[in-house]
Structures are given as structure tokens and as C-alpha cells.
């Protein structure tokens, strides 16, 4: 990495905390006004709850590159790079003429659903405080995948506002280079990118390893993913989980796909743009990181993973039933976890795939344990916590009415007592069984940057073929 670039890296601020949506809508306002001759601020469109849309546009350089963060709304950590580096873009010329693009910036696309998650962005860093206020929505609400396909039998345009919004900035600018800020809650770092560019693979990973961050080795996001090389897959669109069901027994698979494709999908089959996705934890264990050998098989890790979501999916589908009367049915809580729980065909598929797999017959590495039997509950406990959620939106919207059902406020009052519990249990025993740390934010802001001006760079200083 050049000089320059390694100056922007170091002089990255110790953030302790993340920045709301207003907070960040004040400083792009802020910025506009300061560089006005290398700054632009326009709305790109309106959230679902008319909430602008603002975009930075940032020097006039060759090429564009169009940089989001927040398509999932409990993924900060790319909206804190892009308040830093929008600043940094701004007021230093050299870095603008070393890179030699015209930024296109969004630094909360899912603007609606971040601010469901602002109650744990101020910390404390905990795994209960992060699952008690998080939210994520039901696939076929979250803006970066409802972006309109035609595959096979899958026929998807219902795109929402923010989608389309989106989809027409990228029909403008044809972007050369998209760093879609993502980032996983427990884990390692791990990396998707458009197609295979083997010449960055070692620098992408040294950035998070001198961070001090662990490669996540274990199992991969999806079965269906492709591993171009150690914690380096590529992207994924929706066509992968379409051809994973098919081949794995599950008929007329668009029935159980209510979701479109995503941006990298969508700007790649029109204008041949390199998406890159750095994907990095706000917690992690050394284990993530470990490939000695486990005390049980691969497949047997799978099935005990697959058997706990199930038992825990079971338990909030009967929750859900139990209170259908009592909330109201686009309440975003509920949509998210009847998406999220309905998932017969999907493990279906993974067990008939693990036991057809003759490479899930061997043992299981530390960090393919470690993710199947403890990351795996992490990531259900969130689960609980919208639960949770769920009967306490229902139940302020109750207390706000001066004609309360008293038996819908008692229905709602006992499930939200359960779900805690269940939440606070899970909470608890993971506490015990995980020796996690928390990785500061400025490291996480680093090694994003960092790798997004390796690509950046490799993209605008050489011919790729694709």
C-alpha cells in the first residue's frame, strides 16, 4: 500500500460509538457546505417512511465508484468508514487524484431500519445489548435484495422505494467499482467479491490479520457459497440459492424465494461492475480462526446447528400463532421473524446435502465446531430478541390507546415475559461459553478502508479481464 494511502489508515479517530442517521445525515450536510467545490449533496429518493435519501458525490475523477453503507441496518461499521473517508475524500486533494474517481456515497441506505437498531449503537458492547435492540428485516423488505430478476421459474419485480432509488443512481453512473458495506455480528473477517482477482487475496487478508482480527474459517454464510480461497468467496446473488434448492430436491424453488436479487447481481449483468463485500465481527473468538482437528465429525456439527435453529424455530412460529390477533400484520418485528423462521425447504436441503457430501464425513475443525454448535446460537438469539421486540412494539401501541384490550394487553405482556426469558437464558449461556472479545471500531473502519483502496486501486490501475 502506497504512502498515501497508509497516512489515511493511521489517521483513522478511536470511535467508541456509532452515529445515528440524523447524526449522519448532519455531517454530509456539514461536509456539502464546508467543500463546496469538490462536494455535492443530493437526495437520491425517499425511505418507505419519507425519509430523504442523501448521496455524496466527491471530486471528478476517470471512473465511478459507488460506496453504501448500511444495506442491513445492524451493519454500522461501514457507514463509520464512509463518515470517515467522505471527510477525508473532501478535504485532501492528493488522495483524490491518487484514486481517481468520482465517489458516489450513501452512508445509510436502509435508513428506516437503522434507526431500529440505534438503542445498542452508543453501547455497551455486549452480545445481550446488541441482540435486545437489533433488527433486521424479512428478506423481501431489505433494500439490497429485492433488485428485480428473471431465472428459470423466478420471476421478481417488487422492488421498494430504496431499491429503486438505487437501482436508478446505478443505471446513471455505471459504476466501474461498488464496496457494498457489510458486516457480520460474531465470527472472523471474511471477504465476497464479484469474480476471482487472486492478486489481492494475500493483502485483503493481512489487512485484518495485522488488526489483530481472525480470518473467519469456519463454516461459510450459506452452503452454497463458493470459496475462491481461504475466507474469500464469490459474491452472492439470488441464482445460487435458486440452483442450491433445486439440486437439492426441493420443487418449483421460487415458491420459497419471495426475495429479488441484489446490487452486485444487478450492476454486474448490466454494467460488468467489480462489487467487493468485507465482511468483519463486532465480536469474535480465537476459535473462528482454528483448523486442528475436532473430537466430532463435520456432519455431525451440521445436524446438531440444524436441530437447535429448528427447536428454536419451532418455539417462536408457535409464539408468532399464539399472538396473530394481538399484532398488527405488517409490524416489522413479525414480518422479519416469520421470514427468518420459515425455513423447512432450506434445512431440508442442507441435510440432504450433508449427508450426500462425503467431505462432511470427516472431522469437523475447531472452527467449523466453534461456528456450528456457538455462532450458530448467537445468531438465533437475535432471533429472540425481535421476539421480544415484537410484543413491546404491540404493547406501546396499546398503552397508547385509551380503549385497551385487556385481554390482548395480558396475551402480549406473557409473551413478552417468555421471550425475555428465553433471550436472557440464551444471553447467559453463551456469556459462559464463549470467551469473545470486542473489536474496536477503529480497527474494523481500517481494515474496511483498507481494503476497499486495494481494490480501488488494483481496478483503476489495471485491465481486468472478466
Given amino acids: 500500500m502506497n504512502k498515501i494511502f497508509e497516512e489515511v489508515v493511521q489517521n483513522i479517530p478511536n470511535y467508541t460509538e456509532f452515529l445515528t442517521v440524523d447524526e449522519m445525515d448532519a455531517s454530509s450536510r456539514k461536509l456539502a457546505e ?12 425517499r425511505t418507505r417512511e419519507n425519509h430523504p435519501l442523501y ?18 441496518p445492524n451493519e454500522p461499521i ?45 453501547g455497551p458492547f455486549t452480545l445481550y445489548n446488541y441482540a435486545r435492540n437489533f433488527f ?23 422492488s421498494i422505494p430504496e431499491t429503486t432509488a ?25 471477504w465476497y467479491i464479484t469474480h476471482e482477482t487472486s492478486e489481492v487475496y494475500d493483502e485483503l487478508r493481512q489487512t485484518a490479520i495485522k488488526h489483530g482480527v481472525p480470518l473467519s474459517l469456519g463454516e461459510p454464510e450459506a452452503p452454497f457459497c463458493e470459496a475462491y480461497s481461504p475466507a474469500i468467496y464469490q459474491s452472492l446473488g439470488i441464482r445460487q440459492n435458486y440452483d442450491y434448492l433445486e439440486k437439492y430436491g426441493v420443487e418449483n424453488p421460487q415458491e420459497h424465494i419471495n426475495v429479488g436479487t441484489c446490487s452486485a447481481d444487478y450492476a454486474m449483468e448490466k ?15 480465537e476459535r473462528i480462526k482454528d483448523l486442528s ?14 436441530a437447535f435453529s429448528e427447536e428454536s424455530d419451532a418455539f417462536i412460529l408457535q409464539t408468532l400463532e399464539d399472538i396473530k390477533e394481538c399484532t398488527s400484520k405488517d409490524n416489522p418485528f413479525r414480518l422479519a421473524l416469520e421470514a427468518f423462521t420459515d425455513n423447512k425447504e432450506g434445512n431440508a436441503a442442507t441435510r440432504e446435502m450433508v449427508l450426500a457430501d462425503p467431505t462432511f464425513a470427516r472431522k469437523a475443525t475447531v472452527a467449523e465446531e466453534f461456528d456450528n454448535l456457538l455462532v450458530s446460537k448467537f445468531y438465533k438469539m437475535l432471533s429472540y430478541g425481535m421476539l421480544v421486540r415484537l410484543s413491546e412494539s404491540e404493547l406501546t401501541k396499546l398503552k397508547a390507546n385509551p380503549e385497551v384490550d385487556a385481554e390482548k394487553k395480558a396475551e402480549l405482556e406473557r409473551t413478552y415475559e417468555t421471550a425475555l426469558a428465553h433471550l436472557k437464558e440464551l444471553s447467559d449461556r453463551l456469556e459462559k461459553e464463549i470467551n469473545y472479545q470486542v473489536v474496536p ?26
Wanted: charged residues 25%.
Fill in 166 to 190: 438505487m437501482m436508478e443512481l446505478i443505471d446513471r453512473i455505471k459504476p466501474e467499482f461498488i464496496y457494498s458495506l457489510h458486516n457480520a455480528g460474531f465470527g472472523g473477517a471474511y
Fill in 271 to 285: 454494467y460488468d461492475s467489480f462489487t467487493l463485500l468485507t465482511e468483519l465481527p463486532y465480536f469474535y473468538d
Fill in 34 to 45: 464546508e467543500y463546496p467545490n469538490a462536494v455535492d449533496l443530493f437526495e437520491i429518493g
Fill in 55 to 72: 448521496c455524496l458525490k466527491i471530486g471528478e475523477g476517470s471512473k465511478n465508484a459507488l460506496m453504501f453503507g448500511l444495506p442491513h
Fill in 441 to 466: 471500531i477503529q480497527k474494523l473502519v481500517a481494515i474496511q478502508l483498507e481494503c476497499g483502496l486495494i481494490l480501488a486501486d488494483h481496478f483503476q490501475k489495471n485491465k481486468v479481464t472478466k
Fill in 136 to 158: 433486521r428485516p424479512a428478506g423481501h423488505q431489505q433494500v439490497d435484495w429485492t433488485f428485480p430478476i428473471e431465472y428459470k421459474k423466478l420471476n421478481f419485480n417488487d
Fill in 293 to 306: 482437528e475436532s473430537a466430532i465429525s463435520r456432519q455431525e456439527a451440521v445436524l446438531k446447528s440444524l
Fill in 78 to 122: 461501514g457507514a463509520m468508514m464512509l463518515e470517515y473517508f467522505s471527510r477525508e475524500l473532501a478535504s485532501n486533494e492528493t488522495l483524490r487524484n491518487e484514486l481517481d474517481y468520482t465517489w458516489y456515497i450513501i452512508k445509510a441506505w436502509d435508513a428506516d431500519g437503522t434507526k431500529l437498531n440505534e438503542g445498542w449503537f452508543k
